[in-house]
Structures are given as C-alpha cells and as structure tokens.
C-alpha cells in the first residue's frame, strides 16, 4: 500500500499529494493526516474521483484508505 504522510502540512498540500498519489499509483493509497478538516478535504476529494473512503482515527491524528 502506498503511503501518503502529509501530517502537519497545511492546505492544500494533502489534496495535491492526494491526487498526485491517486493519477501514479495503481491500488490502495493511504493517507496520513494531522487535523480533522484535512481529513474531511481529502475523504471528499477522494469520493468525488469515485473512490472508496475508509477513515480510521489513530489518537489525534487519521489514515485515510482511499481504494
């Protein structure tokens, strides 16, 4: 699984490192975010590109397995 650490960085950086992942990879990416509004940006973003969203809360921080 391809993996997408965008903890601590500030919009729009996750969506762009978002999509960058979503048009190279082929499979499951996840995304590491640190703040509830990144996570909402890019579990959004990600369903509109007609993905599947799985998000997980890990402490403060969530992954986002977009498939």
Wanted: glycine letters at 6%; aromatic letters at 4%; one cysteine or more.
């Amino acid at each position: 699984m391809f993996e997408v650490d965008a903890r601590g960085l500030s919009c729009p950086q996750p969506l762009m490192m978002t999509n960058d992942a979503i048009k190279s990879q082929e499979g499951p990416i996840k995304v590491l975010v640190s703040e509830p509004h990144q996570r909402t940006n890019v579990e959004k973003f990600a369903k509109d590109k007609g993905k599947k969203v799985t998000v997980n809360e890990v402490g403060s921080e969530f992954e986002i397995v977009i498939e």
